[in-house]
C-alpha cells in the first residue's frame, strides 16, 4: 500500500514538470519575435517526493528555457539609404529627388531626422531637414527633397552628405518593459551623376567690307558660335531674324548650318545680306536663333543677338528737273536741262556732280554732258545744268533720260569712299517748233516737189 502511494506522487510530480516544460516552450514561441529577452533562471521543482525527482524536473525546466530567443546581431536598429531617383542631374536643373530610406535593423526605430548639407555645386532647396516619425524593424519610407545644381558645375559624380539621427526603441523585459534610447549620428550621403550640358553664344562678329552703308549688297557677315558648356552640342544651326532693314542676299543666305560643337569649340557661322537704301546710320541688334542637341538627342533653341554697325552714306533724290525753252521740239539745238537734287543721306557729300549717261534710244547730243554742284550737308539742295541738242530725226515723244550722280564721302568723318548714283529724269521731245530756215527730211522733199512742179508749169506757158 505503501509503495501504491509512492509511485502515484512521483507520477503527480513528473507530469506537473512536463506541464511546465510545455507551458515554457508555448512562451517562448509567443516571445520569439522580441528582439532580446533574457535566460530564465532554473525553476525548483518542490515536492515532498526524493531528490533525484527533484534533479529531474530542475533539468527539465532548465532544457523548457533553452527555447527562448538569445540576442543576435539583428538585434538593434540601423538606418541606411537603399534607393535614389533619379541620380543623374544636369547643371543648373532644379530636381526632385525621391529617396527610399530602410530601418536595416531587428529594432524599432523613432524620430528619424535626416540632415542634408549643401555643396558648392548642388544644394538642397527649401527644408534642408527630413522627418520620419518611425520605421519599424526592416521597413522603409521614402523622402523627397528638391535638388539643385549649379549652373557651373562641370561633368562628374557629386554627393550630398547627410546626418541621420534616431531613438531605438526595445524591450528589456517583462518587468522592465520597452525602452527608448538616442543612438549616435551616423554619416550617410546620396550621390548623383552631373552630365554637363552644352552653353551655345555668339562671339566675335565680322562683315566684309568692314564699313557697311546703306544700298551695300552682298555682305558677308561671319559670327563666331561658341560652345562654353560643359557638354557636347551636335546639329547646331543658326538662322538670322532679319527685318526690312536687312534681307538675304539670296534664298537661304539668312542660314548656317554648323554641325557638331564640342565643349569649348567656336565655328563660325556664313551669312550673306543686303542692306536697304534708306537704312539709317546706327547699331543694329539683329536677333540670331540657334537649334542643337544635347548628348542625350533633347532639343534646344536658344535667341542671341549680334551687333552690326551701319555707318552713314550720302544718297541722293532728284526732287526737280526742267528745260529752258520750256517746251522742247525735234531738232531743237542748245537746250538747257537743270536738274536739282537733295542730300536725303546721313552723311555730307562731297564734290558732287551730275552726268547725263549715253543711251543708243535717246536723241540728244550733249555739248555740256556734266555738271558740277559741289558740297551738299544732309538735307541741303543743289543744281546741275546740263545741255543738248535734239536729233532732227527724232521721234516726237517723253523719254527717260539716265542721270549718274557721283560724290564722295565725308572726308571729316574718314570717309574716302566714291558713290556712284543712277537716276532718271523725263524729257517729252513735240513735233513742231522747228528752227527757222531748216527744213527736215520729208518737208524738204515736199518743198523741192512743189518747186519741180512750179517750174513744169512756167515752161509750159511759154511755149504757148
Not at 522580441?34 to 530564465?40: A, E, F, H, N, R
Not at 536598429?77 to 529627388?97: F, K, M, N, Q, W
Not at 562678329?205 to 560652345?227: A, C, F, M, Q, W
Request: hydrophobic content about 40%; glycine content about 8%.
Amino acid at each position: 500500500m505503501r509503495r501504491h502511494k509512492g509511485g502515484s506522487a512521483i507520477k503527480t510530480a513528473i507530469k506537473r514538470a512536463i506541464l511546465r516544460v510545455f507551458m515554457l516552450s508555448v512562451l517562448a514561441v509567443l516571445l520569439s519575435s522580441l528582439p532580446i529577452l533574457p535566460i530564465l533562471p532554473s525553476i525548483p521543482v518542490h515536492s515532498p517526493s526524493s531528490e533525484g525527482v527533484h534533479a529531474s524536473a530542475t533539468a527539465a525546466a532548465y532544457a523548457g528555457a533553452s527555447f527562448l530567443p538569445v540576442a543576435s546581431a539583428q538585434s538593434f536598429s540601423s538606418i541606411v539609404i537603399t534607393d535614389v531617383r533619379p541620380t543623374t542631374l544636369y547643371p543648373g536643373e532644379t530636381a526632385e529627388v525621391t529617396i527610399v530610406v530602410k530601418n536595416n535593423g531587428g529594432r524599432d526605430a523613432r524620430d528619424i531626422r535626416l540632415e542634408f548639407q549643401g555643396t558648392p555645386q548642388l544644394s538642397v532647396v527649401g527644408a534642408t531637414v527630413a522627418h520620419i516619425n518611425t520605421l519599424p524593424e526592416w521597413s522603409e519610407k521614402e523622402v523627397k527633397v528638391t535638388v539643385h545644381v549649379a549652373d557651373d558645375t562641370p561633368n562628374g559624380v557629386y554627393a550630398i552628405p547627410i546626418i541621420c539621427s534616431w531613438k531605438e526603441r526595445y524591450l528589456v523585459n517583462f518587468s522592465v518593459g520597452y525602452v527608448t534610447e538616442p543612438k549616435p549620428p551616423v554619416q550617410l550621403g546620396i550621390s548623383f551623376n552631373v552630365i554637363g550640358s552644352p552653353v551655345i553664344n555668339v562671339g566675335a562678329v565680322s562683315t566684309e567690307p568692314p564699313d557697311i552703308r546703306p544700298g551695300d549688297e552682298n555682305v558677308k557677315l561671319t559670327v563666331s558660335i561658341e560652345n562654353s558648356g560643359e557638354g557636347d552640342a551636335k546639329d547646331v544651326e543658326a538662322f538670322l531674324l532679319l527685318n526690312s532693314t536687312f534681307k538675304p542676299s539670296w534664298s537661304g543666305t539668312e542660314r548656317s548650318y554648323i554641325g557638331k560643337l564640342r565643349m569649348g569649340d567656336a565655328k563660325n557661322a556664313i551669312f550673306h545680306i543686303d542692306v536697304a537704301d534708306n537704312a539709317s546710320s546706327k547699331n543694329y541688334k539683329i536677333p540670331i536663333r540657334i537649334r542643337y542637341k544635347d548628348s542625350l538627342e533633347n532639343e534646344h533653341e536658344v535667341l542671341r543677338y549680334i551687333d552690326v554697325l551701319v555707318e552713314p552714306k550720302p544718297n541722293f533724290d532728284i526732287i526737280a528737273a526742267w528745260t529752258s525753252p520750256k517746251n522742247v521740239s525735234v531738232g531743237a539745238e542748245g537746250v538747257k536741262l537743270f536738274v536739282k537734287l537733295r542730300n536725303t543721306g546721313s552723311e555730307k557729300a562731297e564734290a558732287v556732280s551730275v552726268r547725263a549717261v549715253g543711251e543708243a534710244d535717246v536723241p540728244f547730243d550733249y555739248a555740256v554732258k556734266s555738271g558740277y554742284v559741289g558740297d551738299l550737308e544732309v538735307g541741303e539742295e543743289g543744281v546741275a545744268v546740263l545741255e543738248f541738242d535734239v536729233d532732227e530725226d527724232a521721234t516726237p515723244k517723253t523719254y527717260l533720260q539716265r542721270i549718274e550722280i557721283r560724290c564722295t564721302g565725308d572726308r571729316e568723318l574718314s570717309d574716302e569712299n566714291t558713290y556712284i548714283f543712277l537716276k532718271q529724269v523725263e524729257l517729252h521731245i513735240s513735233g513742231g517748233g522747228k528752227k527757222e530756215g531748216k527744213l527736215p527730211g520729208y518737208e524738204f522733199a515736199l518743198a523741192s516737189l512743189s518747186l519741180l512742179l512750179t517750174l513744169a508749169v512756167l515752161k509750159r506757158k511759154c511755149r504757148r
